[in-house]
């Protein structure tokens, strides 16, 4: 960086502790910020007009009720400019007496590009090491863009066939996408992108990965969106029975879910565990959540029911699973259904993630997501009418059938048949949509507010 660029750490400080609460990818949103410190700054280079740096910052955050004060990491490349381009001038960091811009490096192509070409070289800038997991797995100077959707990450485009997701929240130690990734291109898995090459650091002797780049699949549609578009289609032609629907590609979904688990298990085994344990984790998280979020309260006898029931089931069989699984995680190909990021929930610790866990709860995160997708197109709505209710009520359970089918039909056993630890696994999800959504998106909270009140009801 040029020192006519050069902005003091101080100001950066300042500027951050106003711009980081408001970006979608800062997990720390309903907790308390007591401190903000720049603890790395590694330039990345420069081009004409415009230098970067990677920035590494630790938020300290106050006593909350799950975070009860702790320290989070977060990786903020930032670009520096005499003057802000149209493109990144939405994102620019506030600072109003500096004659320099200064804003997320990862709207700019040029920074993009930056980190295309370390990958490409494979090179070390400082601490940080570009990977790949072959010698031409990354080609140079291709031109980046920053892939429009708003996530707990931040993920661009490397000429239009990587796709180079950078973690915005970083720990020590082995980051379970990455991980996953490597496992199941060893078994030649077809539902997962295959990956190319990661970044990594090592800092006070620990190391942290912070990026990976895989295949961007163009071609593909999110299960999302294709469902909601299933939906839409339902509640405009008021037919039970629609012609097209998409409970199809449920069923392919399930399929697809099963194959993972399965290649999952071949590579990184499988185990028992006492129900007990799964179920005492559901216990106390929704136990958490009924401290935050005003509501919950009133259905922890019911919770606690069906925990009990679940318990029941003795012991259950642990592996490694997605660990997030819902509709916006999976991508429909011409050929198949792919599950991308398998970093598990962003609240949970990075040990947490890594731990072994019923499949059964990625087939819950799969049932609340139609769940969620039937439910989402009649937030807001006033008069909705008992028919209208009821198709939708009809697409969630069409649709949840049709996956388990597809997902006993490669497995052989059936994940309803675990009624208790599957209902608590929707229950555990749907407790953590409701904190999600009461930080994030409030007037989405009734969705698992709904589902909540269905698997554990209020006392009249
Ligand atoms: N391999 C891929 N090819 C094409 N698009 C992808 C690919 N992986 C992810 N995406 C798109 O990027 C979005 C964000 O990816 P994701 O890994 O879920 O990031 P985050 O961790 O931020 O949630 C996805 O919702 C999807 O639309
Ligand atoms: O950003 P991530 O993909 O890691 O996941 C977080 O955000 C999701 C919302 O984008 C949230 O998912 C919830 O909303 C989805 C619709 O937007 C829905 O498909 C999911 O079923 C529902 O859980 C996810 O829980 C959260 O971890």
Redo the contacts with the bound molecule.
């Keep these: 960086m040029t020192d006519s660029m050069r902005v003091t750490t101080v100001d950066l400080e300042t500027a951050l502790l106003a711009w980081m609460p408001q970006q979608r990818w800062f997990a720390a949103k309903g907790s308390v910020m007591v401190s903000l410190d720049v603890v790395e700054r590694v330039p990345l280079g420069s081009r004409p007009g415009v230098s970067a740096e990677h920035v590494l910052v630790d938020i300290g955050l106050g006593a909350h009720v799950d975070d009860g004060g702790q320290v989070q990491r977060y990786q903020v490349p930032l670009g520096f400019r005499r003057t802000a381009s149209d493109e990144v001038a939405a994102w620019q960091l506030p600072m109003p007496s500096s004659d320099i811009a200064v804003y997320d490096g990862l709207r700019d192509p040029a920074i993009i590009a930056m980190y295309g070409d370390a990958l490409a070289a494979a090179e070390s800038i400082g601490p940080i090491d570009f990977r790949s997991v072959a010698a031409d797995s990354v080609n140079s100077g291709m031109l980046g863009r920053v892939l429009g959707a708003e996530?707990?990450n931040t993920s661009v485009v490397l000429g239009e066939v990587l796709l180079l997701k950078f973690f915005r929240r970083v720990a020590p130690g082995v980051n379970p996408d990455i991980e996953l990734h490597r496992a199941l291109a060893d078994t030649g898995c077809r539902n997962v992108a295959p990956l190319h090459a990661w970044i990594e650091m090592q800092s006070d002797g620990e190391l942290s990965m912070l990026g990976m780049a895989h295949d961007f699949v163009a071609d593909s549609a999110e299960g999302?969106t294709t469902a909601l578009t299933s939906v839409r289609d339902l509640l405009a032609s008021g037919l039970a029975q629609p012609d097209a629907d998409f409970a199809p590609e449920a069923y392919l979904l399930g399929e697809a879910v099963a194959h993972v688990h399965a290649d999952l298990a071949q590579q990184l085994g499988t185990s028992e565990r006492p129900a007990k344990s799964s179920v005492d984790e559901i216990l106390e998280r929704v136990e958490a959540a009924a401290e935050a979020v005003p509501g919950l309260a009133a259905h922890l006898p019911a919770a606690r029911e069906l925990i009990a029931r679940a318990e029941a089931a003795g012991t259950t069989t642990v592996q490694r699973i997605h660990g997030?699984l819902?509709?916006?995680?999976v991508l429909r190909t011409p050929s198949t259904w792919l599950l991308i990021?398998f970093?598990g929930?962003?609240a949970k610790s990075l040990e947490e993630r890594r731990r072994p866990d019923s499949a059964l709860r990625d087939v819950a995160?799969m049932l609340?997501?139609f769940d969620?997708?039937a439910h989402n197109l009649l937030l807001g709505e006033s008069g909705v009418t008992d028919e209208v209710a009821a198709l939708a009520t009809e697409w969630v359970e069409r649709n949840s059938s049709a996956f388990c089918d597809g997902y006993a039909s490669v497995t052989g056993s059936d994940p309803r048949s675990e009624t208790a630890l599957l209902g608590a696994y929707e229950l555990d999800?749907a407790v953590?949509?409701a904190v999600?959504e009461a930080r994030n998106r409030p007037t989405w909270l009734d969705i698992p507010m709904r589902a909540i009140r269905r698997l554990a009801p209020a006392p009249e």
């Design positions: 996530q707990s999302w997030d819902h509709l916006g995680q990021d970093e929930e962003p995160g609340r997501s969620y997708a999800k953590y949509e999600y």
